[in-house]
């Protein structure tokens, strides 16, 4: 191989590279008490216990015992995780996955994933 043809396999590569670590975006792995506004848009990994939760078809809100702030799930997410949606257990401690967003003057965590511990 010529010095040209090596140079664009290793751009090729290195773009390639780059385009899969922004997709795979792997989420910061925090305690819940030290989220605050600083984490707003941020994807973030929690590993909480269960206080309260509600589970509808199109919903689900989880209530963390170390925290005030809510994790939401909506349809999609419930339904690529609707296995462990059912499992759901006061005092069942769990691993969350989302992004931290503000709702009506409160910080909450969007789930995208669900793993029990």
């Known amino acids: 191989m010529d010095e040209r043809k090596i140079n664009s396999l290793l751009l090729i590569t290195a773009v390639v590279s780059l385009i899969i670590l922004i997709l795979t975006g792997k989420s910061e792995c925090i305690d819940i008490e030290e989220i605050n506004e600083n984490y707003l848009g941020k994807y973030v990994c929690v590993k909480i216990k269960i206080d309260r939760y509600v589970l509808k078809s199109d919903f689900a809100l989880i209530k ?54």
């Open 64 to 117: 963390p015992s170390e925290s005030n702030i809510s994790i939401v799930f909506f349809e999609n997410e419930i339904k690529a995780n609707m296995d462990k949606f059912l499992k759901l257990e006061k005092n069942k401690t769990v691993l969350i996955e989302g992004q931290v967003k503000k709702y009506k003057g409160s910080l909450e965590i969007i789930g995208r994933k669900i793993e029990y511990v």
